[in-house]
């Protein structure tokens, strides 16, 4: 039972280092801020929500912490935090972008600007 | 093998993809050409290193370290919303 928690933890750790590291080369590649955002989320919550669940679940399997307990709960808490926090955090500056107009950007379609002009 | 040896054979392999991320970030972070990119890289960057830092918590078998991550992870949300704040009303206000 505990080898199974701790493998469970060790792959999610890795999942999380590869999703940071292309999370990571896609904010450095695209071409503007909106679809930077994309890559903002593969890093955030690939990269942070999934490594902290894995170490939650590692530091639960293990057999050499000598405070498993405080650092597994403390991670499951962290996690979630990262989990709410992360897509409002986004969300709100990709409103405050649009709103005080400051990337500029070819738009195919534009709903926010459309509905702002008919209210 | 012991657990404890296949842990700390198994940083030596996930360590680097994490400084390899920072170091990524940290560029996208100094040439932004606008102050969200700036913010987006820097958020996602204190996100990161609160994972990193829970990942160090087990390294080093310490519990304190873990509750840094947590006021980091609120941090990098504050910091979020006072930047949209600021961005939209011109003024951070209370």
């Known amino acids: ?119 | 093998m012991s657990l404890e040896s296949q842990f700390f054979l198994l940083m030596k392999f996930v360590i680097p993809l994490y400084l390899l991320a920072f170091i990524i970030y940290a560029i996208r972070a100094f040439k932004g050409p606008a102050i969200v990119d700036i913010i987006l890289a820097v958020d996602c960057m204190s996100f990161d290193i609160a994972a990193f830092m829970a990942i160090l918590a087990v390294y080093f078998k310490s519990a304190f370290l873990i509750s840094a991550a947590i006021t980091l992870a609120l941090w990098a949300y504050l910091l979020d919303i006072y930047i949209a704040k600021h961005l939209v009303s011109k003024e951070v206000g209370a």
């Open chain 1, 1 to 119: 039972m505990n080898e199974i928690l701790f493998y469970i933890g060790a792959i999610m750790i890795v999942i999380g280092g590869i999703c940071d590291l292309f999370g990571a080369l896609g904010l450095l590649k695209f071409p503007n801020f909106y679809i930077r955002l994309h890559a903002a989320t593969v890093g955030t919550i690939g990269g942070a929500v999934v490594p902290l669940f894995g170490v939650g679940f590692l530091a639960l399997g293990s057999d050499f912490l000598p405070n498993k307990y405080a650092i597994a709960g403390a991670s499951f808490v962290t996690g979630v935090i990262v989990l709410l926090a992360a897509p409002a955090g986004a969300h709100a500056l990709a409103y405050a972008a649009h709103k005080a107009k400051l990337v500029t950007w070819e738009p195919k379609v534009d709903h926010l600007a459309e509905v702002r002009e008919n209210d």
